[in-house]
C-alpha cells in the first residue's frame, strides 16, 4: 500500500535523479554521436543509407586500388584501407556525408615516408592514429588553424600536378621512372619512345570516356528543373552511370585485358599478382628483417618515417574537417571537430591491425554520399561491406588490372582539385596571400612535405608581421596624439617606441605625447618595461607620456607608477600621467 503523504525531499531527489541522467546521456552522445540518430532510425533512411553505401563501395573499390599504386603499395593494401572508416566513423563521426578511407593526397603523403615497405605503413597508420586520438583528447585542433586557405590551396593545386603526371608514365607503360617530381618530368618525356602501344591505347581511350561521362554528369544539372518525367528518367540513369564510371571503366578494361592474357598476347601491363582473401586481424610488427637479413628496429623505423610523424596527421584531420565543414555546411548540420579528431585517430589505429595506411575523408566519395541521398552515417557499413566482399571473393580478377585504366582514374580524380582561379580570387582580396599560394605550390614540387611547411612559415611571418607593426592613427593637438589601432604584444613595442621618441623626444623642443590605449585588451611584461623606460625618458627631458584608456591592470599599473581608482580592474581609468 502507497504512504498517503511522500516525503517532499523525494520530488528534488527523483528531480535531481532526472538531470544526472539527462547530463550522463548527453555526455554519452557526446562521445557516441550514433546516439543522436540511431532512436530515429527508419525504413526510409535505411533505404536511402543501403542506396547511397553500395554507390560510394563501387567507387571506393577501383580507387583503393588506384591509390595503394601512388602510395607506392601492392593494390590489395588499398582495399585494406577502404573498409574499417565505414564501421569506426558510423558510431563516432559526425557528419552524415563524409567517408573515410585511401585518397590520392594522403597516399602521395605516404609514399614519401613508408619506401614502399608495407610495414612501414602499416606502423606508420598505427602511431598516426595514436597521435591524432591524443590530439583529440588534449584538443589540439586551434593548430589546424596555423595552416591558411592560401597554403591548402598551394598544397592540393600542387599535389594534383604531382599525382597527375605521375600517372603519365602508367599511361605510357613505363617502368622505371623516378619518383623526384623534375627528374620524373623529364625521364616521362625522354623515354617517351620506349612506350608501350597496347598501355597508350587503352590508358587514352579510359581517360576519354571518363571525362566524356564526367562532363555529361556536369551537364545534367541544367536539367533538374525540368517538368517532362521522360527528361528526369533519363538523367537519373545518366547519373547513375556516371557515378560508377569508375567501377565501369576498370571492369571492362580488366575484361579486354583478361582476355588477351587468355591467348597469351602480353601487350599491357598488369597489376600482378595479389594477395586473396581478406587481410589477417593482427597487431602491426614494430621492427623488420629485409630480404638481405638485416634487421630493421622500431627506433630505426621512427627515424626513417622522421616528419611523416608530423605532417600526415595534421594533413589527415585537416583534408577530413574542411570536407566535413563543407558538407555540413551544404546540408545544414554542424560538425564536431574534436570528435573528428577521434573518429579518425580511431580509424587509424584500428585500421593498422587490418594491414591499412593511414586514411582521412574523401571530397570525391563524400560527394557522391551526399549527392545520392545518404541519410545517417550508416550509409559507410555497406561501403566497407562492399569492399569486404571484393577482398573475400574478387582478388585473383584484380591481378588483371592493366595499371593504365588505374591511371585514367586517378588523373580523373585529381584533376578537379587543380583550381587556378583560386589565385585571382585570393589576388581580389589582399594581393599579398598569393605569396604563401606560391610559395607552397612551387616548393611542392622539389618535396610536398616541404612544401607545406614552407607555405606555414611564409604565412607565420607574415602574421608576425601585422603583430609586430600594428597600425598607428597619429594625430597633433599641440601634443603628439598616438592611437592604436589594435593590441599591443612585445613585437610591437620596439616599433611604438620608436614612433613616440621620434614625434615627441627627438623635436626641437621636446613636446607631450598622449597614448590612446582604448583598443589594448592585454599587456605582457616586454611592453611594460619599454613603457617604464619610455616614462623615465619623457621625464628627463621634461615633458608628460600621458596614457588614455589604458585597462586598470594592478600589477601593470604598480609596475609604471600609476594609481587606479579604488575599484581597479573593473573599470577603464582614466587619463593617466606620471
Not at 503523504?5 to 557526446?30: E, I, K, W, Y
Not at 601585422?466 to 593637438?477: A, E, I, Q, Y
Amino acid at each position: 500500500m502507497e504512504p498517503l503523504f511522500s516525503d517532499p525531499m523525494d520530488g528534488q531527489r527523483s528531480l535531481n535523479d532526472r538531470l544526472a541522467a539527462a547530463c550522463s546521456f548527453t555526455a554519452l552522445r557526446t562521445c557516441f554521436p550514433i546516439l543522436t540518430w540511431l532512436p530515429r532510425y527508419n525504413l526510409t533512411w535505411l533505404r536511402m543509407d543501403v542506396l547511397a553505401g553500395l554507390t560510394v563501395g563501387l567507387t571506393a573499390v577501383p580507387q583503393g586500388l588506384a591509390y595503394a599504386e601512388v602510395a607506392g603499395l601492392p593494390v590489395q593494401y588499398g582495399l585494406y584501407s577502404a573498409f574499417m572508416g565505414g564501421f569506426v566513423y558510423c558510431v563516432f563521426g559526425t557528419s552524415k556525408d563524409v567517408t573515410l578511407g585511401p585518397t590520392a593526397i594522403m597516399s602521395l603523403l605516404c609514399s614519401y615516408y613508408i619506401e614502399r615497405d608495407p610495414v612501414y605503413a602499416v606502423l606508420l597508420t598505427l602511431l598516426c592514429g595514436i597521435i591524432q586520438t591524443a590530439m583529440a583528447f588534449l584538443r589540439l585542433g586551434f593548430l589546424l588553424d596555423f595552416i591558411s586557405y592560401p597554403v591548402i590551396k598551394g598544397f592540393t593545386c600542387a599535389a594534383a600536378v604531382t599525382i597527375g603526371f605521375g600517372q603519365v608514365k602508367n599511361i605510357l607503360g613505363l617502368k622505371g621512372v623516378p619518383r623526384q617530381f623534375v627528374l620524373q618530368v623529364y625521364y616521362t618525356f625522354h623515354r617517351i619512345p620506349e612506350a608501350r602501344v597496347g598501355d597508350v591505347i587503352l590508358g587514352v581511350s579510359c581517360l576519354f570516356f571518363l571525362m566524356m561521362v564526367t562532363m555529361m554528369k556536369s551537364t545534367l544539372r541544367s536539367l533538374e528543373d525540368s517538368p517532362s518525367s521522360l527528361v528526369q528518367a533519363a538523367r537519373g540513369i545518366v547519373w547513375n552511370f556516371a557515378t560508377i564510371r569508375n567501377a565501369l571503366v576498370v571492369i571492362a578494361a580488366t575484361c579486354v585485358a583478361y582476355s588477351t592474357e587468355v591467348i597469351d598476347y602480353h601487350i599491357f601491363t598488369l597489376t600482378g599478382k595479389t594477395a586473396k582473401g581478406l587481410p589477417p586481424f593482427s597487431p602491426p610488427s614494430f621492427s623488420e628483417t629485409t630480404a638481405n637479413g638485416t634487421h630493421v628496429s622500431f627506433n630505426e623505423i621512427l627515424l626513417d618515417l622522421g616528419g611523416g610523424l608530423a605532417v600526415i596527421p595534421l594533413m589527415g584531420v585537416l583534408e577530413s574537417i574542411a570536407i566535413a565543414k563543407a558538407f555540413g555546411s551544404q546540408n545544414n548540420y554542424r560538425i564536431n571537430a574534436n570528435q573528428e579528431f577521434f573518429a579518425i585517430g580511431l580509424t587509424n589505429i584500428l585500421g593498422s591491425f587490418v594491414s591499412a595506411y593511414p586514411v582521412t575523408g574523401s571530397f570525391g566519395r563524400t560527394a557522391v554520399n551526399s549527392q545520392t541521398g545518404v541519410c545517417t552515417p550508416a550509409g559507410g557499413i555497406f561501403t566497407g561491406l562492399v569492399v569486404l566482399l571484393s577482398l573475400a571473393f574478387l582478388m585473383p580478377l584484380f591481378s588483371y588490372i592493366p595499371k593504365a585504366s588505374l591511371a585514367a582514374v586517378i588523373i580523373c580524380a585529381v584533376a578537379p582539385t587543380f583550381d587556378f582561379r583560386v589565385v585571382r580570387q585570393i589576388w581580389r582580396v589582399r594581393k599579398l596571400d598569393v605569396l604563401p599560394f606560391l610559395v607552397t605550390f612551387l616548393v611542392s614540387f622539389w618535396e610536398v612535405q616541404y612544401g607545406i611547411v614552407a607555405g606555414v612559415a611564409v604565412s607565420g611571418l607574415m602574421l608576425l608581421y601585422v603583430v609586430s607593426r600594428p597600425k598607428l592613427k597619429m594625430s597633433d593637438h599641440g601634443v603628439a596624439v598616438v592611437e592604436l589601432a589594435s593590441g599591443l604584444h612585445f613585437p610591437a613595442i620596439e616599433h611604438l617606441s620608436g614612433v613616440l621618441r621620434s614625434h615627441a623626444l627627438h623635436v626641437s623642443p621636446p613636446r607631450s605625447a598622449v597614448l590612446d590605449c582604448h583598443h589594448v585588451s592585454s599587456i605582457d611584461y616586454t611592453v611594460v618595461n619599454e613603457l617604464k623606460d619610455l616614462l623615465k625618458q619623457f621625464k628627463l627631458h621634461d615633458v608628460s607620456l600621458v596614457f588614455t584608456g589604458l585597462k586598470p591592470y594592478p600589477s601593470v599599473l604598480q609596475l609604471l607608477g600609476l594609481h587606479g581608482p579604488p575599484n581597479e580592474g573593473i573599470s577603464e581609468t582614466p587619463n593617466r600621467e606620471l
